[in-house]
């Protein structure tokens, strides 16, 4: 008769497990993360925020956010520091996470030309036992593809009428002022998304 042994693990030990397997999951997960200070500073990205970004994590561990994803100098519309920073600042403020509408937000990949970028962006805090907040954490959804497809669908006299006076940036610039018409019809996909991402980090968003 084969007795089964009680687990004698100690408590250290339980905890590096645990600590190990939340370790694998933020770095392997297909949900884009990254991981900041509260003065927003990068501590790290998982591999699938790193694809979407096209950089590498030593070129942005210790990094300013806003220095390592400045707005798009080439575009005139560009906004996508100042409501980034609004939405950090309200997570800060009310340690409660926050939902941003669909917004451009170029990148520019190592040593290549910038890219045009759609998000659907969202942040929330790392709260101690205590209630303080020890991290923010950002995940996006690359909206791309969806916002400029809409060049051959009912949208095109608006967001994206080819003009010969118009460079492929200002295009899209232009692509961002009706691309709120469009938010609905991405807000299953946007809400799977946020679904995935609670599920992963146990968050809940009181929004």
């Given at each position: 008769m084969t007795i089964t042994q009680p687990n004698f693990r100690s408590p250290e030990a339980l905890m590096a497990e645990a600590q190990n397997a939340w370790r694998r999951l933020f770095e392997h997960s297909p949900i884009p993360v990254l991981l900041l200070t509260p003065d927003l500073k990068i501590v790290n990205a998982n591999e699938s925020y790193l694809r979407e970004v096209i950089r590498s994590r030593d070129t942005l561990a210790g990094l300013q956010m806003f220095e390592a994803f400045p707005d798009n100098p080439h575009a005139t519309l560009a906004d996508g520091v100042n409501k980034l920073s609004a939405s950090f600042e309200k997570v800060l403020h009310e340690a409660r996470g926050h939902t941003m509408a669909l917004q451009r937000y170029d990148?520019?990949?190592?040593?290549?030309?910038?890219?045009?970028?759609?998000?659907?962006?969202?942040?929330?805090?790392?709260?101690?036992?205590?209630g303080s907040i020890i991290a923010v954490v950002h995940h996006v959804t690359d909206a791309t593809a969806a916002?400029?497809?809409?060049?051959?669908?009912?949208?095109?006299?608006?967001?994206?009428?080819?003009?010969?006076?118009?460079?492929?940036?200002?295009?899209?610039?232009?692509a961002i002022l009706a691309a709120r018409a469009i938010v609905r019809e991405t807000q299953e996909g946007l809400a799977a998304s946020r679904a995935r991402v609670e599920e992963i980090v146990g968050f809940r968003s009181s929004s």
């Open positions: 990148i520019q990949p190592q040593d290549r030309p910038w890219q045009v970028r759609y998000w659907h962006p969202k942040n929330w805090p790392v709260l101690d036992d205590k916002v400029l497809s809409r060049q051959n669908g009912p949208y095109a006299p608006v967001l994206l009428k080819p003009n010969p006076a118009d460079d492929p940036l200002q295009r899209a610039d232009k």
